[in-house]
């Protein structure tokens, strides 16, 4: 089903929070598992500041650090951010799913993050991004020192720019780089590696995602038979108006139109960063590249209440306790 964004409507009622704001715990300890955790916390949010895992601007996050979980057999959602990004670039979306009733969690891709970008330009990127949210899923379900209140069973994803894409390849699709050789014109990065006759890392796929949201991904290795195999139900939202990464917004509404079975499709009358989280004064003066939207006046704020409205929603449908 394709849908505009102005003609989507949410009954908010419906979406009332169970907890009164998002726990958060930071994982700092190791640096393949540099990100945080959000999840229900009975208890007044206020600001956690990020620290040593900030973009370069003063920047943090709405809940309460460490608070102790609310809740028993959460439904949990993994997410990837986009191509040289931080795990922390959507938090609102992040914040609104532990309100009401998820375990989110998000790390830093190694590099290929604001801070790293060893892997960025890289064919080893398209395998190790699908391995860093493997092993952040394991380290949940068998590591984290909360796992009991996880239903290992209930486990979603979102994913962002190249973080849906990567979402696309956990879910099946094998990424057809062939078809990016034939467009590349560049002599060095990924482009270079393929001309050179350099083979792609295989991608490995993750039986245990049952659902996911797809954002504006990144388009160039996506194609109608690669996402033939995609059993998996998801959401999908793309920007009319592209950006950095996706283009002029035409390669995503050509996956959009390729898509299998009938996905919902959301498009959203902007560019490409309107799906981050609103930025604060000292973000936008900081880092006005990712904070101004088109066409003006686009109002991301307003935005986000629907966006983050819908992802709820429609993971809570996906994740039902007994939808399995």
């Given at each position: ?87 922390g670039q959507q938090h609102d979306t992040a914040e609104a799913l532990a309100d009401a009733g998820f375990i989110v969690a998000a790390i830093n891709h190694p590099g290929d993050t604001f801070s790293d970008s060893s892997k960025r330009d890289t064919l080893s990127v398209w395998g ?41 390849v956990l879910m099946g699709t094998k990424p057809d780089f062939a078809r990016v050789a034939s467009l590349c014109k560049e002599t060095t990065g990924v482009c270079a590696q393929l001309h050179n006759g350099e083979t792609p890392p295989e991608p490995i796929h993750e039986a245990r ?116």
């Amino acid at each position: 089903m394709r849908r505009a964004l102005w003609a989507f409507a949410v009954i908010l009622c419906c979406l009332a929070s169970v907890a009164k704001a998002a726990g958060i715990q930071l994982l700092q300890s190791d640096p393949a598992l540099s990100g945080a955790i959000w999840y229900p916390c009975a208890a007044e949010p206020t600001h956690v500041a990020l620290g040593s895992l900030s973009v370069g601007a003063d920047f943090d996050l709405k809940g309460v650090k460490d608070c102790p979980v609310t809740g028993a057999k959460l439904p949990l959602v993994i997410y990837s951010h986009g191509r040289g990004g931080f795990f922390g670039q959507q938090h609102d979306t992040a914040e609104a799913l532990a309100d009401a009733g998820f375990i989110v969690a998000a790390i830093n891709h190694p590099g290929d993050t604001f801070s790293d970008s060893s892997k960025r330009d890289t064919l080893s990127v398209w395998g190790s991004r699908p391995v860093d949210i493997v092993r952040l899923l394991d380290f949940l379900l068998n590591d984290w020192k909360d796992r009991a209140v996880i239903d290992p069973v209930r486990v979603g994803f979102f994913g962002f720019s190249l973080g849906g894409t990567t979402g696309l390849v956990l879910m099946g699709t094998k990424p057809d780089f062939a078809r990016v050789a034939s467009l590349c014109k560049e002599t060095t990065g990924v482009c270079a590696q393929l001309h050179n006759g350099e083979t792609p890392p295989e991608p490995i796929h993750e039986a245990r995602i049952r659902t996911a949201v797809i954002v504006d991904p990144a388009p160039g290795v996506l194609t109608q038979e690669n996402l033939a195999v995609v059993k998996v139900p998801f959401q999908f939202w793309r920007s009319k108006l592209g950006g950095p990464g996706v283009g002029d917004g035409s390669g995503t509404a050509r996956v959009a139109e390729g898509l299998p079975g009938k996905p919902d499709v959301y498009v959203v009358p902007a560019g490409h960063y309107a799906f981050l989280a609103p930025c604060s004064v000292e973000l936008a003066a900081a880092v006005p590249r990712i904070c101004t939207d088109v066409p003006a006046g686009f109002d991301r704020l307003a935005f986000h209440r629907e966006f983050n409205a819908a992802v709820v929603k429609y993971f809570r449908e996906q994740l039902a306790d007994g939808a399995r």
